[in-house]
Antibody, heavy 119, light 108 residues
Framework: EVQLVQSGGRLVRPGGSLRLSCAAS????????MSWVRQAPGKGLEWLSGVNWNGGVTGYADSVKGRFTISRDNARKSVYLQLNSLRVEDTAFYYCVRGWEELYYFDNWGQGALVTVSS | EIVLTQSPGTLSLSPGERATLSCRAS???????LAWYQQRPGQAPRLLIY???SRATGIPDRFSGSGSGTDFTLTISRLEPEDFAVYYC??????????FGQGTKLEI
């Protein structure tokens, strides 16, 4: 069974930083690209970033380019999202998802991690 | 930037009825790059349909997808109580690489 278990969500001050983690199991991790998608409370879905199978190619939405960094560690079967210069409008549930440019869709989702940016 | 517009915003139906949800793209989208998701309250989204008409693993056959170009449709043939949720379409394109529609809420 494919599982994506997330950790790292918490309350952070504006301008602060946070790293989200996602541990994968139940599939050959290095066979897949991975992405992050967020959802502000009561709002729709927004793709943020993706990384290819070996971490060599990444992509970002304009809204987070230069502030967020995606990375992966195939030995640990994990993908990460470093969030810097956080803004109040970054408050959202952040989902780790399997898939990027080899699938063109997201076939498995983590449980979500709530990041709250507030003073 | 390709914008996906879903309609209606809210659809009120009863169990056993047929639901038809629309997703319209501002530019032509390859059918290969169009997917649908279901999100129940308090849960993460789950993939229903990919490549416009292929059901994801474990998805019941009452769910079907169709369409091409700029107009895509998700149909639920006979609504079950667990189908009342929010549905999103998603496309892969140039920039942003992935975008979602704003969602259709299917309510009883």
């Amino acid at each position: 069974e494919v599982q994506l278990v997330q950790s790292g969500g918490r309350l952070v001050r504006p301008g602060g930083s946070l790293r989200l983690s996602c541990a994968a199991s139940g599939f050959t991790f290095e066979d897949y690209g991975m992405s992050w998608v967020r959802q502000a409370p009561g709002k729709g879905l927004e793709w943020l970033s993706g990384v290819n199978w070996n971490g060599g190619v990444t992509g970002y939405a304009d809204s987070v380019k230069g502030r967020f960094t995606i990375s992966r560690d195939n030995a640990r079967k994990s993908v990460y999202l470093q969030l810097n210069s956080l803004r109040v409008e970054d408050t959202a549930f952040y989902y780790c998802v399997r898939g990027w440019e080899e699938l063109y869709y997201f076939d498995n989702w983590g449980q979500g991690a709530l990041v709250t940016v507030s003073s | 930037e390709i914008v996906l517009t879903q309609s209606p915003g809210t659809l009120s139906l009863s169990p056993g009825e047929r639901a038809t949800l629309s997703c319209r793209a501002s530019e032509s989208v390859s059918s290969y790059y169009l997917a649908w998701y279901q999100q129940r309250p308090g849960q993460a989204p789950r993939l229903l349909i990919y490549a416009a008409s292929s059901r994801a693993t474990g998805i019941p056959d009452r769910f079907s997808g169709s369409g091409s170009g700029t107009d895509f449709t998700l149909t639920i043939s006979r609504l079950e109580p667990e189908d009342f949720a929010v549905y999103y379409c998603q496309q892969y394109g140039s920039s942003p690489r992935f975008s979602f529609g704003q969602g259709t809420k299917l309510e009883i």
